[in-house]
């Protein structure tokens, strides 16, 4: 898994937003590897995993909830 490409329109400070995605992204991996470890996951687990977890870690670091889209390439 290559590290996950997040891109941002609109919801947080360009000054703020190096730390946040920096952080965002290790959640993101995170919450896939977590996924990845039960033997019957599937794209929808890892979806519904990644959208879970990111949105609670931007809630709780900016109070806010930005719409989420996880995108998944399987190669």
Not at 23 to 33: P, T
Not at 55 to 70: A, C, H, N, Q, T
Request: contains cysteine; hydrophobic residues 40%.
């Amino acid at each position: 898994m290559n590290n996950p490409d997040i891109i941002s329109r609109g919801f947080v400070n360009v000054n703020e937003s190096t730390e946040l995605f920096g952080q965002s992204k290790a959640v993101v991996k995170d919450a896939v590897l977590s996924v990845l470890s039960n033997e019957e996951c599937g794209v929808y687990q890892v979806r519904q995993q990644i959208l879970e977890s990111l949105g609670e870690f931007l809630e709780s670091e900016i109070g806010r909830k930005p719409v989420i889209l996880p995108t998944i390439l399987e190669v």
